[in-house]
């Protein structure tokens, strides 16, 4: 079945440093792909998407690009704040109908002043 | 982007008593809805699919007498914690996709509820 491998946390930072967590995926079809960040104590928000190969999602500083050939969308960063500390998730969408996303199993990232 | 309204956004209860969390998709209709569980810093684990006018999908796993969910509108689906234990304290998170013209698009989340029985 369809899934989503992402690197293990957590990860910590300095303030302004550059950040990668990368993410793999294995599914059947051409799916979407999104991050999502989860601050602490509240649910899931999107990040960014992509839904087709060679499409870059971007907000907030944040980019991901989506990799047929090596099957990645990895999240990138220039310059991590410390407001960007939380738990970050990579998800795919299955082309199979209204089913749930497929989520890695997430990374928690510090980052410090 | 819509909007997927959960409450309430914390609880705390007497072991054995019964506790309801709503989830509401505010600005599209939801046939489905999916609820969560998450375990202190741990991925999302998905409990069941909520599917509007019919019985839920469970995960396996999942024991359907203890989460009773409901969906009986295309806007509402609601959890119910019965006879609720101390090992059921968690945070719960429901989501919708709003999937009118894709099945291509992202899911919209709840804010979460964190259930805490004591």
């Known amino acids: 079945g369809d899934s989503v491998t992402q690197m293990e946390g957590p990860v910590t930072l300095s303030e302004e440093a550059f950040l990668t967590i990368n993410c793999t995926y294995t599914?059947?079809?051409?799916?979407?792909l999104f991050w999502y960040v989860q601050y602490p104590g509240e649910g899931l928000q999107l990040l960014l998407k992509?839904?087709?190969?060679?499409d870059k999602g971007s907000n907030k500083g944040f980019e991901a690009t989506y990799r047929k050939e090596t099957t990645s969308f990895h999240l990138e960063k220039g310059s991590v704040q410390v407001s960007d500390s939380a738990v970050y998730f990579c998800?795919?969408?299955?082309?199979?109908?209204?089913?749930?996303?497929?989520f890695g199993k997430g990374t928690r990232l510090s980052v410090i002043a | 982007g819509a909007v997927v309204s959960q409450h309430p956004s914390w609880v705390i209860c007497k072991s054995g008593t019964s506790v309801k969390i709503e989830c509401r998709s505010l600005d599209f209709q939801a046939t489905t809805m999916f609820w969560y569980r998450q375990f202190p810093k741990q991925s999302l684990m998905l409990m069941a699919t909520?599917?509007?006018?019919?019985?839920?999908?469970?995960e396996q796993g999942v024991e359907k007498d203890k989460f009773l969910i409901n969906h009986a509108s295309l806007t509402l689906s609601t959890l119910t914690v019965t006879s609720a234990h101390p090992e059921d304290s968690s945070f719960y998170i429901c989501?919708?996709?709003?999937?009118?013209?894709?099945?291509?698009?992202?899911?919209?989340f709840g804010q979460g509820t964190r259930l805490t029985v004591v």
């Open positions: 992509a839904t087709k190969a060679d």
């Open positions: 998800a795919l969408s299955p082309n199979s109908g209204n089913t749930p996303l497929v």
């Open positions: 909520s599917n509007e006018g019919s019985k839920a999908t469970y």
């Open positions: 599914a059947t079809g051409y799916p979407s």
């Open positions: 989501s919708a996709r709003d999937v009118g013209f894709s099945m291509n698009t992202e899911a919209f």
